[in-house]
């Protein structure tokens, strides 16, 4: 239905900054939206940012004001730019897109990425 493509995790030291892009591609999906989730060592996966197909961005509060989501419409990517990283950003990454395969939902989640925060 769709496949997710997940790139620019990696290490980085506390106070640097990476982007994050997930792709999003295949036949017959509308995409309502698309976002960034994490999954900390021993912890629950948690919303990090969201984007709607209509542009309305909504953020964790741990990352609001560091972190920008923005979407490239033509080409079904999300992009996440994380400044100013601290080491408790250090998770696995996974994108998630939500909308519509035909009419059914679609809930899709990449295999994930890894950023390492070094202080």
């Known amino acids: 239905q769709v496949q997710l493509m997940e790139s620019g995790g990696g290490l980085v030291q506390a106070g640097g900054s990476l982007r994050l892009s997930c792709a999003a591609s295949g036949s017959d999906i509308r995409l309502t939206a698309l976002g960034w989730f994490r999954q900390a060592p021993g912890k629950q996966r948690e919303l990090v940012a969201t984007i709607t197909s209509g542009g309305f961005a909504v953020y964790a509060d741990s990352v609001r004001g560091r972190f920008t989501i923005s979407k490239d419409y033509d080409r079904d990517t999300a992009y996440l730019i994380m400044n100013r990283l601290k080491s408790e950003d250090t998770a696995v990454y996974y994108c998630?897109?939500?909308?519509?395969?035909?009419?059914?939902?679609?809930?899709?989640w990449g295999q994930g990425t890894l950023v390492t925060v070094s202080s």
């Open positions: 998630n897109a939500r909308g519509f395969y035909y009419t059914e939902p679609l809930d899709a």
